[in-house]
């Protein structure tokens, strides 16, 4: 961003700017095949590891940090923090509802 170089796809992909190369015909099959694997994941943690980016582009660290802990004590507390620690001890895959 400083530069204003121009970065083609290798080295995005060398530098860690993006997590995968792939030619134009499978995008969209690898989009959907990503987008998959995060929505099998707890919505509400989801929603606030969103937030939690949104906050740590511009915020105070300490800030952030206090409102991170407070964060994962309520989400410790949700239905899908439940169904994730017994899906785990049970050795199947979690069915999250967002509560």
């Known amino acids: 961003m400083f530069t204003g170089d121009v ?3 290798a080295e995005a992909l060398k530098i ?4 995968e190369v792939c030619p134009h015909e499978t995008l969209m099959e690898r ?15 989801l929603r606030y ?3 939690g980016l949104r906050r740590s582009a511009a915020g105070d660290p300490r800030e952030l ?4 802990i407070e964060t994962i004590r309520a989400l410790m507390q949700t239905e ?3 169904e994730g620690v017994a899906s785990f001890l ?3 895959a979690p069915v999250f509802t967002g509560k």
């Open 31 to 45: 989009a959907m095949a990503m987008a998959a694997r995060i929505a099998v994941n707890p919505p509400l943690a």
């Open 7 to 9: 970065i083609d796809a």
């Open 90 to 92: 049970e050795k199947r």
């Open 49 to 51: 590891m969103k937030e």
């Open 80 to 82: 899908d923090h439940r």
């Open 16 to 19: 860690g700017l993006v997590s």
């Open 65 to 68: 940090g206090g409102w991170a």
